[in-house]
């Protein structure tokens, strides 16, 4: 039968071994707190820009302020240039002068031709000087005449006959005479067609001023593209020249709601775990109860304090970003418009060199035109020339007929005039028959007579055949001399028309090139906004560099801050783990009932023993924050959790190890294991933290 206890006294304290712990830990964190920790990081917690971003940014200014622009300004001066020169003054001035000079002048073989078809006499009045004499001869008077002048009578009966012969007239010889003044039906039409025009000329000739319809848009756009600029750059100007750098509206809100977040987070839980944990411990209103308070809310104004820098510098440096992204665009902005007026005015130039190509063109075609017009002209006039020498030598072939019809007629008329004396001499010779002496007179007579007549008539054939070949010599002469001076008019003409040609190629040859020129001043404007933008391309590479190593350095610094921190924060985080694990078994010293039975003192002794004993297993917690690092004197580092039991249905909340991880992490006998069930032994463990 058991006994009824004498005595039942419960009160709650930090069991004996732990209180000089607690005590000599409270007395660090004092000294902590009284010194200032945790300390904050002194210096600027943003790392300076480096020399690579100062020297790119300074140069990146000072070119955009002072750098060299002229390569700009000469292409500028070049594309005005190309769009207001003229044509090439000389070059048009010869192609004019070409057109005018297409008056060839008459044929200097017209005159001669002329004369040649009038019938010129030149040699037709050349005498032979025997042909007096032999004149005189046919008179010759045989003195023995008169002695047979009585035998002259003497009729031969064929006389009459033969006399009738003498006045013989060539049928043909009228003929002839008519075909002198042969006329060639083809001169007509050749004379028509010496003033050919060709059709097409008059429409090519306003071919020259050709004026492309797109011309005069592309003029106005690259007027509109020079007087305006990208709507665009007025919303960059603000942000790229910095006005807006710590302007957010928004960033005191934002500051202001996570400073909030720490301050709830200090009013809700921090504190009300500290008069949780002081109220468990009765040490509500206690010096190390207002310590906690403090530390607390000190660290809660570090806090905010550092999420307000944090915030404010990320802000400022988000806005230098800003800044100078703003200004690249603004820059890239203007380089694009600068780009589109060059294509606008490199547009319109090549619109110009399109229409004075076609207008050389149309030139060129009118000139061609004109040239083939008077081409044909000057072939029409050869035909014309070649129809009139055709005609002549028609008429003096049929003159050299008709006078070779007259010489033979008067052959003719010779034979019967001869026949006629034959009978004559016979009707003659029968009177001398009668008298011989005298018949032989008037048979000396008469045939000196008949020798001078023929002697005469042969002179006068002679002298007639001279006149006939001076005046074919002498045609055949004006002839070649035609021919000659046509064949010189005609290689003066040649000679124009090749000069002309070599002036009109000159003349296309300078336009070529000014338009060469033209293009190449054009390309080289084009590029010089390529070039001015090379300027920064070192300035680029080198910002790159120096955002490389900004970043570089603002991490070293973010380090470092991080080390300084965790070092500042390291003495405060051990003593209030150790602080924790003291107080993860709970306060409970107790003062067990007396009882007379042997299992009431056993009893007792197992409730003496867990007041040294914590419950950590894994098994056991619900896990809510990972606070950090216990460090242990074999170098290992145990994990302190925030966590509650799973049959708390209170669900307070505790701080301290897990059983498991320090079996493993120190082992020995800092861990206890009862009915499957771990537990960290407080005091064992307590050796073997730093």
Not at 509 to 529: E, F, I, K, P, Y
Not at 621 to 642: D, Q, T, W
Not at 658 to 687: L, P, R
Request: charged share 15%.
């Amino acid at each position: 039968m058991t006994s009824s206890p004498k005595e039942s006294t419960t009160k709650v304290e930090p069991w004996d071994g732990a209180k000089p712990y607690l005590l000599e830990n409270y007395k660090k964190f004092d000294e902590l707190i009284k010194s200032g920790a945790p300390k904050q990081f002194e210096g600027s917690t943003v790392a300076d820009q480096s020399k690579a971003t100062l020297d790119a940014l300074s140069g990146t200014e000072s070119l955009a302020r002072n750098g060299n622009t002229s390569a700009l300004t000469n292409a500028t001066n070049a594309v005005n240039g190309v769009m207001t020169q003229g044509t090439n003054t000389q070059a048009n001035q010869t192609l004019s002068q070409l057109q005018q000079q297409m008056n060839f002048g008459a044929n200097p073989t017209d005159t001669i031709a002329k004369n040649i078809a009038n019938g010129s006499n030149v040699g037709q009045n050349y005498t032979n000087a025997a042909a007096g004499t032999a004149a005189g001869l046919q008179n010759y008077q045989n003195a023995a005449a008169g002695t047979a002048a009585g035998l002259q009578n003497y009729q031969n009966a064929a006389a009459s006959t033969a006399a009738g012969q003498q006045n013989f007239t060539n049928a043909a010889a009228s003929n002839a005479a008519g075909l002198q003044n042969y006329s060639n039906g083809a001169i007509s039409q050749f004379q028509g067609m010496a003033n050919y025009l060709n059709p097409a000329l008059a429409q090519s000739q306003g071919y020259g001023n050709y004026t492309n319809a797109a011309a005069g848009l592309q003029s106005n756009q690259a007027n509109s593209l020079a007087q305006g600029n990208n709507p665009a750059m007025d919303y960059l100007k603000n942000t790229a020249s910095g006005s807006n750098i710590g302007n957010n509206p928004y960033l005191d809100r934002m500051v202001s709601n996570q400073q909030d977040a720490i301050a709830d987070k200090l009013k809700n839980i921090t504190n009300p775990g500290i008069d949780s944990q002081a109220a468990a411990m009765g040490r509500m209103g206690s010096g190390a109860y207002a310590r906690q308070r403090n530390s607390a809310e000190t660290t809660a104004a570090n806090e905010m304090g550092k999420v307000a820098t944090e915030m404010y510098g990320n802000q400022y440096n988000q806005d230098v970003q800003n800044q100078m992204n703003a200004a690249g665009q603004y820059g890239n902005f203007y380089n694009s418009d600068v780009s589109n007026r060059m294509n606008a005015n490199q547009a319109l130039a090549g619109t110009d060199a399109q229409q004075q190509q076609l207008r050389q063109a149309g030139t060129s075609l009118y000139g061609d035109l004109a040239n083939s017009q008077q081409s044909q002209r000057l072939n029409a006039a050869n035909s014309l020339s070649n129809a009139y020498d055709s005609q002549q030598n028609a008429r003096l072939s049929a003159t050299q007929t008709y006078g070779n019809l007259l010489d033979s007629q008067q052959s003719q008329r010779l034979n019967a005039n001869q026949n006629y004396a034959n009978i004559l001499d016979s009707q003659q010779s029968q009177r001398l028959n009668a008298n011989q002496n005298y018949a032989n007179i008037l048979d000396n007579q008469q045939a000196a007579r008949l020798g001078a007549n023929s002697n005469y008539a042969n002179i006068m054939d002679s002298q007639n055949a001279a006149r006939q070949n001076a005046l074919n010599s002498n045609r055949d002469f004006q002839l070649a001399g035609a021919n000659l001076a046509s064949s010189n008019y005609q290689n003066s003409i040649a000679n124009m028309l090749s000069g002309n040609s070599q002036r009109l190629n000159a003349a296309n040859a300078a336009n070529n090139q000014q338009n060469a020129v033209a293009d190449q001043r054009l390309n080289a404007a084009s590029m010089a906004g390529q070039t001015y933008a090379n300027q920064y391309m070192p300035y680029q590479q080198l910002a790159g560099v120096g955002e490389a190593r900004d970043t570089r350095a603002q991490d070293v610094l973010n380090a470092a801050i991080a080390k300084h921190d965790y070092d500042a924060q390291l003495p405060m985080t051990n003593i209030a783990n150790f602080t924790n694990l003291l107080n993860g078994g709970g306060y409970s010293n107790t003062t067990t009932p007396v009882y007379s039975n042997t299992g009431g003192q056993v009893l007792g002794g197992i409730s003496a023993l867990a007041g040294l004993l914590s419950l950590c297993d894994v098994r056991t917690k619900i896990f809510h924050e990972f606070l950090g690092y216990m460090p242990a004197i074999n170098g290992e580092r145990v994990g302190m959790y925030r966590f509650s039991y799973k049959d708390d249905p209170t669900g307070e909340r505790h701080v301290g190890p897990i059983a498991q991880e320090v079996e493993a992490k120190i082992g020995g006998d800092t861990v206890v294991e009862i009915d499957g069930v771990k537990y960290v032994n407080i005091e064992a463990m307590i050796k073997e933290v730093a």
